[in-house]
């Protein structure tokens, strides 16, 4: 299922649930960070820091929760978030006066007490949610009782070679 919103709003700069649709949850790696000025809905203007992520076209607004998600996993230091991989999700709020919004949150560590200003929330992309359609990630093949031999073009001596985040297309 396509959200309709995901038509809709194609020429909205920022990253929203509907954009990830298809590809929650997906890890994304940090490349920067920025200030803007956002509209909220009561017409007042207010700051708010953006991410954005390699091969993305758009950020993605962090609200008090995902900042806190993120700063459990890395730190308070926002500088010290690039080159950090984060993973996408969608879920519901099941807290707060946008109860049943739909949203992206970043996948928290398991056990992770949130504050009490953010919002509860449940995510939509496991099986039993309720994101129709969503697909399921392919089988983890089982690992083969063979050696892997490095390959010496896969990385310098001293490096290691990281795995690299989907490629995205929003």
């Not at 999700?89 to 739909?102: F, H, M, N, Q």
């Not at 994101?131 to 490096?159: F, L, R, T, Y």
Request: negative net charge.
């Amino acid at each position: 299922m396509t959200h309709w919103r995901k038509y809709v709003s194609a020429s909205n700069p920022d990253l929203h649930h509907w954009d990830i649709e298809d590809h929650s949850p997906i890890t994304v790696t940090i490349t920067s960070h920025e200030m803007k000025e956002v509209h909220c809905e009561d017409s007042t203007k207010k700051a708010m820091c953006f991410l954005s992520f390699k091969g993305a076209k758009k950020p993605l607004g962090i609200n008090a929760t995902n900042g806190h998600i993120i700063e459990a996993m890395h730190g308070s230091d926002i500088e010290g978030w690039i080159g950090k991989k984060i993973t996408l999700r969608i879920a519901e709020l099941t807290s707060g006066p946008k109860r049943g919004e739909v949203c992206i949150r970043v996948d928290a560590p398991k056990g992770l007490k949130l504050p009490g200003n953010c919002h509860r929330f449940k995510y939509l992309d496991t099986a039993g949610g309720k994101v129709p359609n969503m697909p399921k990630p392919p089988p983890v093949p089982p690992e083969s009782e063979e050696e892997h031999e490095p390959d010496p073009a896969e990385a310098q001596p001293g490096e290691t070679v990281d795995d690299e985040p989907p490629d995205v297309d929003f």
